[in-house]
């Protein structure tokens, strides 16, 4: 028999469907992480995360390269506001822009490079190192 009353709550009827990650959390996620590859210039994360954090961060240095207001103000919304360095003289956007930006200049994309750096030891998930390409 069909249980009925809420949804999503623990008790007679158990949890039917609750999501465990969402959208919003997955935005969040590479917004953290294209930040740190932003700041250190390489980050290791699983595989299907390094393919959507190359994508973005494709699209970061797209928007440095142009280096107009516009694209200053798109990339602020994907990158966080924090700083590279202990003695905080620049944020992740401003090296983005007048680091990462300007090395790029004669490039025509394919910024990043995904390479496979084998499994994981935990639960054995595929790992890679996204990096900036030279």
């Known amino acids: ?25 997955n935005k969040s996620m590479l917004r953290n992480v294209v930040t740190q590859l932003i700041i250190s210039e390489h980050v290791t994360v699983t595989q299907t995360v ?14 440095a390269k142009k280096g107009d207001l516009s694209a200053r103000r798109q990339a602020a919304r994907i990158v ?6 202990k003695t905080e003289k620049q944020t992740a956007l401003q090296k983005l822009f007048s680091v990462i930006g300007p090395r790029y200049q004669s490039r025509n994309g394919g910024y990043t490079s995904v390479l496979k750096i084998g499994n994981r030891r935990g639960d054995n998930a595929m790992m890679t190192l ?5």
């Open 130 to 134: 996204v990096s900036f390409v030279d």
């Open 80 to 85: 966080r506001d924090v700083y590279t360095d």
């Open 50 to 63: 390094g393919k959507q954090v190359s994508a973005l961060a494709d699209r970061l240095v797209t928007y």
């Open 1 to 25: 028999m069909k249980t009925q009353g809420r949804h999503n709550v623990h008790g007679k009827g158990g949890v039917r469907f609750k999501a465990a990650y969402t959208a919003s959390k």
